[in-house]
Every structure is written in structure tokens, then in C-alpha cells.
């Protein structure tokens, strides 16, 4: 029995008053152009989105669209840092560009902190995560990541096709975030479909996607509940009993920022992996060179990152403004294209070439300034370990269908199939 | 040669103690700091050169001199 009052009663009583903030008429339909109308759900875009960033980069170079109550897109990577570094005039209060703004008064937590957070609060909120997810920490959880890769290469035997999106990559992070936060490694059916419900369907009607985050609200309330009564030795637990400023954490908060931690922890590291095992199978030479030289992982990788960078983030406008001659409202989003920028030549030589020995690369795949992935230390050991795993078991592999790949759409990209033949 | 990191624009990424594990390591929040007070013994110093090009926030600042 709890006796931790901030988690007697329902939780649902809390959004008995329905859809929260402000939702706009909901676009669809083919993009006209990506300059005055882009879409990040649209066909062409998750196809393949970088030809498009290199040509609004080009001609643009911030483009603009009606589409979701207004928002903005700037390409280059000058522009992308200068905004992440501007949390004064563009707010975290949402950093997933949809039909709704969640309500002002949510600042400054906001909805998932602290991702969604802004200074001063942002720091705080961010400590009390920032030891779970420092090197020390994640290199505790390397040997269990690797044996949980194996055994999943294990089940693969006897295929000549395996699909690994599916097979593989999607079952990694799913498995290392559930067993951090306590999760039962059962439900991770249910955290894929969080991720699929909450980040790729952006469009969707409102009511439906309300319905959604209120079916992930309730899940994660579930296990807040039966951590309050039997409390573990995980995340969960640790967000119980942690403080910030002296007292404990808002049960919303904890509910958010277990949110952040399930959804955020998944389809970025899973489509990291995805990313570098589609590159390596469409890129032979590539992919014998990492065989030969296995030291080069680390670089290799970090060159993945930057040219297939799973995460696009978003900011509201915090007030009307002329910024670099773009007429932003307040409430207008803000895509920020950490793609687009580690794409910029401006930033990068031979920006659009994969070199995976590249010696100098600042690259921005987990964001620039004070949201800096916090789970970067974790994604990093996932994506190394998956791909030391999958070379290990497979020296030789390609695409069995490149037609067949289908990638997310959405502010995460990475591919969600993937057939690869491998040698029997 | 000498390395310094600015403790403002540090955000923890954590490429400098990466690329440079006799140069940096990383405190408990995973924050980069120096050792050997900045000192970087000729051994490192091509790895020292690396970490500084690699940071993603420019937080690393060189002093060949030293």
C-alpha cells in the first residue's frame, strides 16, 4: 500500500476536461513545393529528405509552410545552431511539431521534461537525470546490450533474408529503456506502438492522437503506481524518490519525463542502427573496410550520425519577430533540421559524402546547447555494440530489395523495413 | 601544450574524453574536465588536436605555448 499521497487517486481525473491548448486545422494532401509548403509526413520527403534540404538549402534557404498552424525550416547550419542556442526567443515548451500547442501555462516544465523545458527550470529537471545516463552508468549496461544483440542474431540462424529494422535494430533500445526504466520486457509490442502513436502520427486527427497520449499516459501511470508500491532498483523508482529544489517531483512531471525516456529512447537509437546497417549493405567498400578494420567503428559511426541523423527537433516562437528577414508569429513551429545542418557544405567538407574515416566532425545528431541529448552516451553504446554484434555474425550482407526499404516520417527518420540477404 | 574547457558551452557530449581519454574524462553529470590541470603530455597531443576539432559546442580552447 503507498502512502505516497501524490499518487492516491486517478489519474484520468486529471484530463477529465478533455484536448488541452490550442489545435489548428489539420492540411493534407501533396506538398506544392517545399519552400512555401513543406511536410515532413509527405511521401517524396520520407523517401528521402535530402535532396530536398540540399535544395532549399540552396535557394532558399529557410523555407515556410501553412501546415500545421505555421511553421518554419531553416536548412542551413548556422541558422539551425543559432536557434537551438536562442532559448529566449524560442520556447522547448513543444519540441514535437504537430496540430496542437500545448497550453502556456505548461511552461516552463512543459509536457516531457526536460526536453520540454526551459531555463531556469530546464537545468534543474536536468540534473536530477544527467548521472543515470553518464559514461560510467551506460558502461554497466554494455555487456547485457551485447549478449541481448546476440541472442537476437541467434534467432536469425538458418535465414537467408532477415529483415533488420524488424528482426534486429528495432528490439535493441526497446529492451535497454524498458529494462532501465523497469518495464516488463513483455509490453515492448506496446512501447513500439507509443512510438508509432505519439512521434510518426503527427497529422492525425486530434481526437485520435488525444485518445493516444492518454493511452501511454495511462500506461505509464500503471507503472508509477506499482513502482510507488514496490519500489525497484530502476529509473522509475529513482524518479519517485527524486528531488528537485528540496521537494519531490510533480507526479506530471515524473509521468513526462518517463514519457521522454520511453519514446525518446527508442525509434532515434533504433533508426540510428537501421541507418548504418542500410548504409554499410548498399555501400560494399564501406563495409569490408569496417570488417578489416574494426578500430574504426567509433569514427565510422560517429559519420553515420552525421549524415543519416535520426532526429529533427522543434521550437514554438515565443513572440512575433523579423528573424533574418523571416516574418515568425509567435506560436509559428520551428523545425530544427539537425540533418539539414550536418548536410551544410558550408560546415562540413564534402558535406554530402559519407566518409567514415572523417577525422573532424561537429557534427549536431544530438542537438547543440543546453537540450543536448541526454541519452546520447546510451544511444552511442547501443549503436556501437549493434553494429559490432551484426558485423561480427555478418562480415557479408546487402540490400535484398532496395525498393522494399520504407522509412519513418516524421521529426525521426530511420528505415522500418529493411530486408537484407545474408549468407546462409 | 594546454587545453581548457569552457564550462558554459560544455554540454556533455562527450567527444573530447572519447577521443582523448588521457586528455579528459568525465565528471558524474558527464560534463568533460580536464586532467593533469590541462597539461596535455606530447603523447596526447594528436588526440588533444582531435577532441578540440570534434567538440560540437567549440567549448575547448588550445594553447599551443605550454
Redesign the interface.
Known amino acids: 500500500m503507498s502512502t505516497d499521497e501524490r499518487f492516491s487517486g486517478s489519474f484520468a481525473d486529471r484530463f477529465e476536461d478533455g484536448p488541452l491548448g490550442v489545435d489548428n486545422a489539420v492540411i493534407n494532401g501533396p506538398v506544392t513545393d517545399f519552400a512555401t509548403d513543406f511536410d515532413h509526413t509527405d511521401p517524396m520527403w520520407v523517401a528521402d529528405p535530402f535532396p530536398i534540404l540540399d535544395d532549399l538549402r540552396d535557394r532558399c534557404p529557410v523555407a515556410h509552410t501553412d501546415r500545421y498552424g505555421g511553421a518554419w525550416l531553416p536548412t542551413r547550419h548556422e541558422d539551425v545552431s543559432a536557434i537551438a542556442y536562442d532559448t529566449e526567443r524560442f520556447t522547448s515548451r513543444s519540441v514535437l511539431m504537430n496540430n496542437n500547442r500545448p497550453p502556456l501555462d505548461m511552461a516552463p516544465a512543459g509536457i516531457a521534461p526536460p526536453i520540454s523545458s526551459d531555463p531556469p527550470f530546464h537545468q534543474e529537471a536536468r ?1 536530477v537525470l ?2 543515470a ?4 552508468a551506460v558502461a554497466k549496461l554494455e555487456p547485457g546490450t551485447a549478449e541481448y544483440c546476440d541472442s537476437l542474431l541467434d534467432q536469425l540462424e538458418g535465414r537467408s533474408i532477415v529483415d533488420a529494422a524488424v528482426d534486429y535494430a528495432q528490439h535493441i533500445p526497446v529492451r535497454v529503456i524498458a529494462d532501465m526504466l523497469g518495464f516488463p520486457q513483455a509490453d515492448a509490442e506496446l512501447h513500439r506502438q507509443f512510438v508509432h502513436d505519439i512521434l510518426e502520427s503527427v497529422n492525425d486527427p486530434m481526437e485520435e492522437r488525444f485518445q493516444k497520449i492518454q493511452g501511454v499516459i495511462m500506461y505509464l501511470w500503471g507503472q508509477i503506481e506499482d513502482h510507488a508500491e514496490s519500489p525497484r532498483d530502476d529509473l522509475t523508482s529513482f524518479l519517485i524518490d527524486a528531488e528537485l529544489a528540496g521537494a519531490p517531483l510533480d507526479p506530471i512531471h515524473i509521468a513526462g519525463t518517463m514519457a521522454l525516456l520511453l519514446l525518446a529512447g527508442i525509434d532515434t537509437t533504433w533508426s540510428a542502427i537501421g541507418s548504418s546497417i542500410w548504409h554499410l549493405a548498399s555501400h560494399p567498400a564501406d563495409r569490408e573496410r569496417l570488417v578489416a578494420e574494426p578500430d574504426l567503428l ?1 569514427t565510422a559511426m ?1 559519420e553515420f550520425l552525421r549524415a543519416y541523423a535520426p532526429v529533427t527537433m522543434a521550437r514554438l516562437v515565443r513572440e512575433d519577430m523579423d528573424w533574418n528577414g523571416c516574418p515568425m508569429k509567435a506560436e509559428d513551429w520551428v523545425l530544427l533540421s539537425f540533418p539539414s545542418a550536418n548536410r551544410d557544405p558550408e560546415a562540413f567538407d564534402r558535406a554530402d559524402e559519407v566518409i567514415i574515416d572523417r ?6 545528431a ?1 542537438g ?3 537540450h ?1 541529448c541526454v541519452g ?2 546510451l544511444a ?1 553504446m547501443e549503436l556501437r555494440v549493434a553494429l559490432e554484434r551484426w558485423l561480427a555474425r555478418y562480415p557479408v550482407f546487402s540490400l535484398s530489395d532496395p525498393d522494399a526499404v520504407r522509412w519513418s516520417g516524421g521529426q525521426v527518420r530511420g528505415p522500418r523495413t529493411l530486408p537484407i540477404s545474408v549468407p546462409l | 601544450m594546454r587545453v581548457s574547457i569552457d564550462v558554459d558551452r560544455c ?4 567527444r573530447c ?2 577521443l582523448a581519454p588521457g586528455v579528459f574524462d ?5 560534463n568533460g574536465v580536464e586532467l593533469n590541470g590541462g597539461i596535455v603530455p606530447p603523447e596526447f597531443e594528436v588526440a588533444a588536436r ?1 577532441a578540440v ?6 567549448a575547448i580552447a588550445l594553447d599551443e605555448g605550454t
Request: one cysteine or more.
Open positions: 540534473r544527467l548521472p545516463f553518464a559514461p560510467r567509433p560517429e577525422q573532424v566532425n561537429r557534427h549536431a544530438f547543440l546547447g543546453i543536448r546520447s552516451n552511442r | 554540454q556533455g557530449h562527450g574524453y572519447a568525465s565528471d558524474d553529470l558527464g582531435l576539432a570534434n567538440c560540437p559546442e567549440n
